[in-house]
């Protein structure tokens, strides 16, 4: 027996068992930083429909923020870019919080309502002009 070459069959069943746990390990990573990198392109898109919002919702006047046709419960900018999020939902909800002050609040929920991304707005009645 000592003049024989090779591994043992427990031998290579132990390395064979190496290879499959680092194979394993290699590819759970691989699909979780994949995973990680669809939602971190999916809030930067998010983040920038509610920035555009925030531009559109700033131009509009104080006093006519709670206008249905003038700044209606959805986004008025473009949602072009949330295209690769279909189907979502744009919400946009303003409550005046005390006398000469409003909370305007944007949402986009996507992934039927799984996922969302949300900003807030304080608009103050300065009786100035809405562009500052």
């Known amino acids: 027996m000592r003049d024989q070459r090779g591994f043992s069959l427990v031998e290579l069943l132990f390395a064979f068992a190496i290879i499959m746990l680092v194979i394993t390990i290699s590819l759970a990573a691989f699909v979780e930083r994949n995973r990680r990198l669809q939602q971190a392109s999916e809030i930067i898109l998010a983040s920038q429909a509610l920035a ?42 303003v409550k005046e919080t005390q006398p000469g002050v409003k909370n305007v609040l944007m949402t986009i929920r996507w992934r039927n309502g799984e996922r969302q991304a949300k900003l807030e707005l304080v608009r103050v009645d300065t009786g100035g002009s809405n562009l500052w």
């Open 52 to 93: 555009n919002e925030a531009e559109y919702r700033r131009r509009i006047d104080y006093a006519d923020l709670n206008d249905s046709k003038l700044a209606p419960p959805e986004f008025l900018s473009n949602t072009e870019v949330l295209a690769p999020l279909t189907p979502f939902s744009t919400i946009v909800s």
